[in-house]
């Protein structure tokens, strides 16, 4: 068996990172393609960072099991198979759903801060960059975070301006130009992603799977 094909993908929040993953996704069958997500591998809620103002910061690099994930990303690349919980926002542990990754040609790591942990991002064969203007993505988090996790608005603004600016502009936009492609996605029209997404998984399955 071949080394998988590695790819790096990378946005800030509501860049539309999730969108272009459930699009690109659906062009593959299960055993062609692995997706591992940063987001799986946080910390216990007990030993994330405070800020100054006693709340948690999500959006530093150090709220990840940074070790975990390189080891159970070269255990896909060696043709193994993974099994962890899966990270959902205000979900206890106990609760959360197990996941089995397998190995496959194709392995896709997405998250905030794949490109900042050197040894993961050093085995990525691709590496692609999700990016949207400041004023949409922060609308598009608004919008997020009062219909699925119950925020106010004071809320989102107070993470937005002390945790999610300062780590995309620490932790992400110093690695866009590291990028082999570059996705704007400005528009609200889903027609612009599928497109790319179509366009993008026709390349790999000719490149790496070698299918038409």
Known sequence: MNRPYVIGIAGGSGSGKTFFLNCFLNHFKDHEITLISQDDYYKPMEVQPLDENGWINFDLPVCIEE??????????????SVTKKEYTFNVAEEQAKLLTLKSAPIIIVEGLFVFHYKEIASLFDMRIFLDAEEEITLNRRIKRDTAERGYTRDMIMYQWENHVLPAYKNYLLPYKDTADKIIT???HVADDIIAVSNELSKQLREKVLQLD
């Open 67 to 80: 070790s975990q994930l390189l080891t159970d990303l070269k255990t896909l690349l060696g043709g193994g």
């Open 185 to 187: 996605n400005n528009s």
